[in-house]
């Protein structure tokens, strides 16, 4: 029987009285003011003035250019890259294993399609895994870390994530006990670090990577930033180190590893390395070192120095190589922590049940792809090399444009997937940029956009020096795009230093 309700007319009043105290509906100034206050420029006001614009081309409506170039986010396969077609060939099977039957399928593509569904008991990539992710995965990451490092790893400390930035935020979350609480981020920054930190009420501790060093940071202004928070009263938890270098595009040598590793230990730091572009190395003489590696052989020598440092790195499907962003497959591995402590990043991971299960998949083709003798390898290698070989050329040629373009300056872009230049503004610019309360920078990416169609990310987005101006662009665009990307640019940097006068800075 239905239940009814009744109250007297002074409750009534009080009801009411109470009810019109309260929102009628959630706004924007009942939102946690933690996010409100986040910025992530990569997808800040310049990607979206580039939206609006890209409606306003598939309206018909004439504008200065006839199609936008994003070069604003590495996507790669957004701007024409082709995905490599062993990747795509298992990951069709693993979805419609009716392809296995079809005849059209190389043997080892079968094979490993056959491995994947195996290990999700058949229940194929729509299903849920274990929240670390499949075991069969972890033990492919754990043999590729093998090979890569010389030094063994577990599949319980590899956990598979939503992408690397899953796991970043992941790790800062259970990083930050309380609003006291702070990590080391290099400026410029990869702005996930500032965001994520930002959102769970963290406190943001700045060191400067040095442009005339080639964006290298020193133990002096380390050991300076942990002192400056000290003072602040921050209780510094970890150190953020990105190698090679978004947006920089810096590749550590292995003393600057050895070196921040040495002051992590020092100040008891869990180092968060992220290490997404380790396979995009250009310049020659240069190669990735990687955190676990240089520490396993730092705590071989000395045991007793190191036995404390503590580690998470942080890889991911959609860099490198691979570029397959949309997949959002990556993995962390946790060196250095308790069983206890790992329980607790288990219980984390189990809260979104688990990583996408493709993702998951394509994370394990990335870290063992198809071998010599294998039926797919010959193509593989051709399909990879022109990838690869496409990015260094890519690499060299941007370096060498930017660094002929009056009034703009970059260092050497020795891996990733960008470049971080510095563009000098006249004083009529950066006045202009005060009146509309932008950033300079934001105002140059914006004229460039609107001009150009050219969509790059302000450099004040990623934190610099200041005074300093700079923005991000890719280099991922295919060559003849490239070309037009660089002629474009240079004319617009001569007319707005007419507009705004050459000198003067």
Same mark, same amino acid.
């Given at each position: 029987?239905?239940?009814?309700? *009744?109250? *007297? ?9 109470? *009810?019109?105290? %309260? ?7 009942? %939102? ?8 992530? &420029?990569?997808?800040? &006001? ?82 849920? /895994? ?31 994530? /939503? ?19 702070? %990590? ?213 040629? %941007? ?107």
């Amino acid at each position: 029987m239905a239940q009814t309700w *009744s109250c *007297s007319h002074a409750d009534w009043t009080l009801l009411k009285k109470e *009810s019109s105290l %309260m929102p009628h509906k959630f706004t924007l100034q009942d %939102m946690d003011n933690k996010i409100r206050t986040a910025q992530y &420029a990569v997808r800040g &006001a310049v990607p979206a003035r580039a939206g609006e614009l890209q409606a306003k081309l598939k309206a018909g409506e004439k504008l200065p250019f006839d199609r936008l170039v994003f070069c604003n986010i590495g996507n790669p396969h957004a701007v024409g890259q082709k995905p490599i077609t062993f990747y795509r060939q298992v990951a069709a099977a693993v979805t419609d294993p009716s392809l296995l039957t079809a005849g059209i399928y190389p043997e080892d593509v079968k094979k490993r399609a056959t491995e994947y569904l195996a290990a999700t008991n058949n229940a194929g990539s729509g299903a849920y /895994t274990d929240s670390s992710g499949l075991l069969l995965v972890r033990q492919q990451v754990a043999e590729f870390l093998l090979r890569r490092d010389g030094f063994p790893s577990e599949p319980k400390d590899i956990y598979l994530t /939503t992408g690397a930035s899953e796991g970043v935020k992941r790790a800062i979350s259970a990083l930050i006990k309380d609003e006291r609480c702070g %990590m080391l981020i290099p400026r410029p920054q990869y702005p996930l670090y500032s965001a994520a930190l930002t959102m769970v009420g963290g406190r943001i501790v700045y060191y400067d990577m040095f442009e005339e060093k080639g964006w290298k940071t020193t133990y002096e202004e380390l050991n300076q930033a942990a002192n400056d928070a000290f003072t602040d009263g921050i209780k510094l938890r970890a150190m953020t180190v990105i190698n090679p270098g978004n947006p920089v595009g810096a590749v550590l040598d292995r003393e600057d590893v050895v070196m921040l590793i040495n002051f992590a230990t020092e100040q008891k730091l869990v180092i968060l390395a992220d290490e997404v572009y380790q396979e995009n190395v250009y310049r020659e003489g240069k190669q990735f070192h990687s955190f676990k590696k240089v520490l396993r052989e730092l705590q071989k020598d000395d045991p007793v120095a190191y036995k404390d440092t503590q580690l998470i790195s942080f890889h991911s499907t959609s860099k490198g190589i691979i570029g397959e962003c949309g997949q959002r497959g990556g993995y962390m591995e946790y060196v250095g922590f308790s069983d206890q402590v790992l329980t607790q990043f288990t219980k984390m991971a189990a809260t979104s049940l688990s990583s996408n299960t493709l993702g998951q998949i394509f994370v394990g083709l990335m870290v063992n792809p198809p071998k010599p003798g294998d039926p797919s390898h010959e193509l593989f290698e051709k399909e990879t090399s022109a990838i690869f070989q496409g990015l260094t050329r890519r690499a060299l040629r %941007m370096t060498e444009a930017l660094n002929k373009v009056p009034g703009i300056s970059s260092q050497p872009i020795d891996g990733a997937m960008y470049a971080f230049p510095s563009v000098q503004l006249p004083k009529k610019a950066i006045e202009e940029a005060k009146q509309k309360e932008q950033e300079p920078d934001g105002l140059w990416c914006l004229q460039l956009l609107e001009k150009t169609g050219i969509v790059t990310v302000p450099g004040s987005g990623f934190g610099q020096k200041e005074g300093s101006f700079h923005f991000r662009t890719t280099i991922l665009p295919p060559d003849e795009l490239l070309e037009e990307v660089i002629t474009k640019l240079t004319t617009f940097q001569e007319d707005f230093m007419k507009t705004y006068g050459g000198g003067g800075y």
